[in-house]
């Protein structure tokens, strides 16, 4: 199948293309403002399909947003009727079509267009009337108010909120693309005579504001939101997108002393805390137990004895680990425990607890193995 993609270098074009590209559809035509127009001729007479994704979002003169986002999809269609090729064509629409602006207008004048090619050519078309897309790749001050939102914060800009009770609906470039590869194939989703993208999220503007700081602050909380949330999930995902290259590795505060080091690496709100801990030849740590608080140990490097005791019974329990192994040892509740590095090289061991720890009810009660 050979597809055109237009506005190839658009925010949903780098995306879609990219997709494609992974999923191996190999004869993509990518057509953008800077292509040669003779391209354009070529493309319309071989293409299979076409996604129409060009237009402008925020040009300097407001008549540019017919000149684009209607003349050009005129240009579009007549080529296609000049080589009698009555391929589909999906354009990207907006909810914005619906309203009485210079933008909007011109959407609805270029849906109009594709409807009024369908009816003259027999021609399958698929509008999708899009809301505010996010993703990676969009341009701050541009594509979308996330998109500025994540690149101002991440960057430690200042940002201006009107109306933090303003309700967005969003989509995610992950989900539009799944969409515009489904439709490619067949097997997209309409609502009478639009196309949609069936996964959506609708969320406040100041929630999304206030989860873009709490995950800029979460390198010092060294935290991570909850990813069971799918719109947190992928607002994650997109914030880490706009992070200069410079600010890619953030430092760990290690906890250093004559037996190894200690460094706390993640914490979660409901699934515990991620630890790496380096014991030094011969050195011994632990000799405490839980009353709640329960463990995973996973030796990575080194070698190392987990011993266990109940505290009211003098039988001790050993586990040898070693990092070729890749062995997990789950720490249960109600026994003192220690690990010792019995190697010649540091011992590495990546600690998980299920809590956070918390000074105030530390839940770790010393007593010698």
Known sequence: MKILVTGSKGFIGKNLIAELKNREYTDVFEYDKDSESVLLDKYCKEADFVFH????????????FMKSNFGFTSTLL????KYHNACPVMISSSIQAELDNPYGESKKAGESLLFDYSKETGAKVLVYRFPNVFGKWSRPNYNSAVATFCYNIANDLPIHVNDPNVMMNLVYIDDVVKELINALEGKGNKE?????????????LGEIVDLLYSFRESRNERSI???????TKKLYSTYLSYLSEDQFSYD??????????????????DRGQVSVNISKPGI???NH???????????VSGNGVIRFRKPDENKIVEYFVDGNEMKVVDIP??????????GDTDMVTIMWVNEPFDPENPDTHYLEV
Not at 78 to 81: A, I, N, V
């Open 252 to 269: 760990l505060k290690m906890n250093i002393d004559q037996r190894g080091s200690f460094t706390e690496f993640i914490r979660t709100p």
């Open 284 to 286: 011994t740590k632990g």
């Open 53 to 64: 994704l060009a237009g402008v979002n925020r040009p300097k003169d407001q008549t540019e």
């Open 78 to 81: 007549d080529t296609l009727k």
């Open 225 to 231: 939101p909850n990813m069971s949330d799918r719109f």
């Open 333 to 342: 509740v109600g026994y003192t425990h220690n690990i010792e590095n019995i």
């Open 192 to 204: 009478k005579e639009f196309c949609v993208v069936p996964v959506f999220h609708t969320v406040k």
């Open 289 to 299: 137990w839980h009353h709640t608080k329960n463990e995973k140990f996973l030796v």
